[in-house]
């Protein structure tokens, strides 16, 4: 699957890049990846939708999680699951407020300079954000967004037990390459699709597994 990172033109663009509205857009499209086939337009889309002047997370939080829900799910729907993405968003804005004071910029800017493990650790705190997302979301805002991001070469990969399980019977165990940020976003990315299809925690489906002629199947 390829790094989700196609940013919008025109309008949507100009919204996603413009300094008031940036960092919670970033956040939401963050939140969206993977369950949207446009995320970094889903900013701008909900902001017009919800007739909001400004774009950050006290204004946010104060529309309510209904709200978010409906103008997610009017067609076309930004998410394809509408009820959870408007629970995400809703919860999402709430602690960037409680959390942060509304700057959400906060979360990845932190002091001009941020260390990979910490960013992630925060971003894995965020509502709708697991380890996967967390870990692309950082990569691009390194990449793409400027932020400055250190410490790739003491990174350990974050690992939920199901891939945890699937990377020791491919025989990778933890071991895996440091330094190289967007090396472990495709390791991360193809263990999470590998997991989903067929490396289920209760068994393995190695007959459909792309893997299966190199995979040694420990302790299958």
Known sequence: MPIPREYPDGVAGEFLRDPASQPLSLLLGAIAMYGSDSPWSLPHTLATRLGMERFDAMALAGMGEAALRQAIAKRPSLHIDSPKMGRWADQASRM????????????????????????????????????????VFAFLLGTDWGADIVGWDKFEMPMDPPMLEASRR???????????????VRIHEGLRNIVKRHCALDGPRCEACPLSAKCPRQGV
């Open 96 to 135: 960037v407020v409680g959390q942060y004071g509304g700057g959400t910029s906060w979360i990845w800017d932190d002091y001009r300079r941020m260390d990979a493990a910490r960013l992630v650790e925060r971003l894995r705190g965020v509502p709708g954000i697991g380890a996967v997302k967390a870990l």
């Open 170 to 184: 491919l025989g990778i165990g933890t071991s895996l390459p440091r330094g190289d940020p967007e090396r472990l």
